[in-house]
């Protein structure tokens, strides 16, 4: 499974950003797509996810600002992210859980830089 990513950016505080993730390779079974990020310093830490279904998970740090969406017929995944905040700055890692009989698949993307300007 490959996964690239698009949609970083600089942007100042308010702004908005909508991050892409196409998913290719072996990917016949998609289970679940998301997003997480990482600042420095700090653990990777849940953004939202999403399963094939339309289920959708967030924290409350970005519920009601950041919108995760998925386009099952292109295997891609979208965030929409508004009203950013300068702690949103982190590198964004799109992932996908792909099923494989018993076997839940989890690949990362290389991760995309998000910058928020005060």
């Known amino acids: 499974v490959q996964l690239v990513e698009s949609g970083a950016g600089l942007v100042q505080a308010g702004g908005s950003l909508r991050l892409s993730c196409a998913a290719s390779g072996s990917i016949a079974r998609i289970d679940t797509m998301g997003w997480y990020r990482q600042a420095p310093g700090k653990q990777r830490e849940l953004v939202a996810t999403?399963?094939?279904?339309?289920?959708?998970k967030y924290p409350d740090s970005v519920k009601g600002r950041f919108t995760i969406s998925i386009d099952n017929a292109k295997n891609t995944v979208y965030l929409q992210m508004n009203n950013l905040k300068p702690e949103d700055t982190a590198v964004y890692y799109c992932?996908?859980?792909?099923?494989?009989?018993?076997?839940?698949?989890?690949?990362w993307g290389k991760g995309t830089q998000v910058t928020v300007s005060s």
């Open positions: 999403i399963s094939v279904g339309g289920s959708t």
């Open positions: 992932n996908v859980e792909v099923r494989k009989g018993t076997i839940l698949e989890v690949t």
